[in-house]
């Protein structure tokens, strides 16, 4: 890929994970409160069905358990373990948990896709800990032990979904649309139980939810997702997991802008050493 050609790339894929960032001022201040699976479903399986019914496309043979598979690892259980690690670990210790992401998709992409590990891929992973640890990390807070196991097998299923989708790709035929549609549909289906069993649905919904939850439609699922799907096609799969890192960086500042949170020396110190990882992180580009 040519240089000018890599770093649109680059940059159109980061544009997902800064999406996601502002999935935590959107869910606290325009969406019901504590209602965590009941905002990641209606995030995932209205898109997926809009999808569906636009592109008219499903999946056959092989790719209907395979979209079954990426739906639940990309989207259904990730998001479920996020929000338990979340609510159970203080202090963003479960994004710095969740940080180890990369480090198992450089693991498993040499495992499953054959892609070499290099120093500066290790370099970069130790990099991008440590600047998501010096962005979210405040003071010392005893651990819950099934928060840290939630958050751990969180960045396992989505390192396995990142590494199985740039494993099998596309089916022959289908566009970006049909099989985001797919795995949104899938990942929807699998938190459904969920949130009917432990939230139930709301009895009123107000303007400014609905405002929230179409955000969560469209740009959070619909969009980013396409973006995001689209990018791991085209990018190395350690390059496209080092991206995620992105998220916690919007999300901090936007807690900064509009929540009056505070923003320290260490923080914008973590937010450069995430940059400089997430681009040590990228392939070179061939110049003509």
């Known amino acids: 890929m040519k240089s000018g050609q890599q770093l649109l790339t680059v940059g159109v894929t980061a544009l997902a994970p800064a999406i996601w960032g502002s999935t935590y001022l959107v869910t606290t201040e325009w969406l019901p409160p504590d209602r965590p699976l009941l905002a990641a479903t209606v995030r995932a399986l209205p898109a997926g069905l809009i999808l569906l019914t636009f592109t008219r496309t499903l999946p056959i043979g092989i790719w209907r358990w395979r979209a079954l598979v990426l739906g639940t690892l990309n989207i259904g259980a990730f998001l479920?373990?996020?929000?338990?690690?979340a609510y159970r670990l203080p202090g963003g210790i479960a994004?710095?948990?969740?940080?180890?992401?990369?480090?198992?998709?450089?693991?498993?992409?040499?495992?499953?896709i054959g892609d070499k590990i290099r120093y500066t891929h290790v370099a970069a992973c130790a990099?991008?800990?440590?600047?998501?640890?010096?962005?979210?990390?405040?003071?010392?807070?005893?651990?819950?032990?099934?928060?840290?196991a939630a958050a751990l097998a969180g960045a396992a299923s989505m390192a396995t979904g990142i590494t199985l989708t740039k494993l099998w790709g596309r089916p022959d035929g289908v566009g970006l649309l049909p099989f985001t549609g797919w795995q949104l549909t899938a990942g929807g289906l699998v938190l459904l139980p969920f949130t009917l069993f432990a939230e139930g649905l709301p009895t009123t919904i107000s303007g400014t939810n609905?405002?929230?939850?179409?955000?969560?439609?469209?740009?959070?699922?619909?969009l980013s997702y396409a973006i995001w799907f689209r990018g791991i096609e085209r990018l190395p799969a350690l390059a496209v997991s080092f991206l995620t890192l992105g998220s916690p960086i919007v999300a901090t500042f936007l807690g900064y802008l509009f929540l009056h949170q505070t923003l320290s020396i260490l923080q914008l110190a973590g937010t450069l050493v995430i940059i400089g990882a997430a681009l040590l992180a990228q392939p070179r580009p061939v110049n003509p």
């Open 95 to 112: 994004a710095m948990i969740m940080s180890a992401q990369p480090m198992l998709v450089l693991a498993l992409a040499a495992m499953l």
């Open 80 to 85: 479920f373990l996020l929000f338990v690690a």
């Open 127 to 148: 990099l991008g800990a440590g600047g998501v640890a010096l962005l979210v990390l405040k003071g010392t807070a005893a651990l819950d032990f099934l928060g840290v």
């Open 210 to 222: 609905t405002i929230g939850f179409g955000y969560l439609i469209s740009l959070g699922a619909v």
